[in-house]
């Protein structure tokens, strides 16, 4: 463990961890959104941000962070205002910010060269100034992102009924960008500007496929996050190599692992088919049927009813009708 005697080093992994725990977490209300991609953009659009600073002398970390968050209220606006001109202006702001990013770069002196450390990360960068921000804006990414899970779940799900609950969808939409955009700059240090979204999207598609409901696959995203993210850092160390290039290598990694693991835990949860059908309908509730009235549990390895994907559970199908197993009975669904 010669690599934690060397003081970049330890701050190098410290970033790494916090970039393991933020990213995927936030993406995986990003992926349930069903866009994977919105992390490349904010990362091109805080390239601007990172140019910005290089030409005014200023730290990049808070001005990037600026930046980045005004962009992503300005992505979540285009968003909302439909699709035809929301997608032509997402692209415009995407590339804009990364030619205004390097342009500036240009004009501080540094060239593309000074920029590249922040677009595939780099150890020797994390300065002690940089951890403490990383540090703070980490904690308070992560309050929301985990204290806010329910509302934020329901709105990335299935915004319509997410709007019949009478939770103001607009504000939410905004504060999961926002999130996304602090994460996306936090993590220019370790993992860089154009990979981070491989980190916020690679670990949460193996989580998915390794522990059903969306609760789990989140921690499990995070785990394989922070496992990824130190790894690849102390991996790029003995390299000589960028950070970033080995985190997303190794993400790729767990997400192809996952696959045969998956298959294994299916065959052992015998879940005969599996209809995966997209959360849209809104779940009627009626009255609790107890889980007493069954002469199994759905899932056991004598059940043989269908199981059927909603949203972030399980439902089964029996006599007729679907249910899913909520404490210690079963919601008919
Ligand atoms: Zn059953
Ligand atoms: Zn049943
Ligand atoms: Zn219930
Ligand atoms: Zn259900």
Known sequence: MEILGYPFMQRALIAALFTGLLAPAIGSYIVQRRLSLLGDGLGHVAIAGVGLA???GQAPIPVAVVVCVAGSVLVEVLRQRGKATGDVGLAILFYGGLAAGVLMSAFAGGGTGALSQYLFGSLTAVTSGDLVV???????????????????FAVSADEDFARVLGLPVRVYN?????LA??????????VGLLLVSALMVVPVAAAQNLVP?????LGTAMAIGV???VGGAAGSFYLDAAPGALIVVFAIGVFALSWPISTILARRRRIPVVITEPAEH??????????????????????DHPAVTHGDHLDYVHDGHRHAIHKDHYDEH
């Open 134 to 152: 990383i540090g703070v804006l980490a904690v308070v990414v992560l309050v929301p992102t985990i204290g806010l899970a329910p509302q934020l």
């Open 213 to 217: 409901g969306f609760y789990a696959a």
């Open 181 to 190: 955009a602090i994460t996306v700059t936090l993590s220019m240090r370790t």
């Open 227 to 229: 496992l990824v993210s």
């Open 54 to 56: 290089l030409l005014t």
């Open 282 to 303: 809104p779940r009627i509730p009626t009255p609790h049927v107890l889980a007493g009235t069954h002469p199994h549990q759905h899932g056991d390895p004598d059940c």
């Open 174 to 178: 905004i504060v999961v960008v926002v």
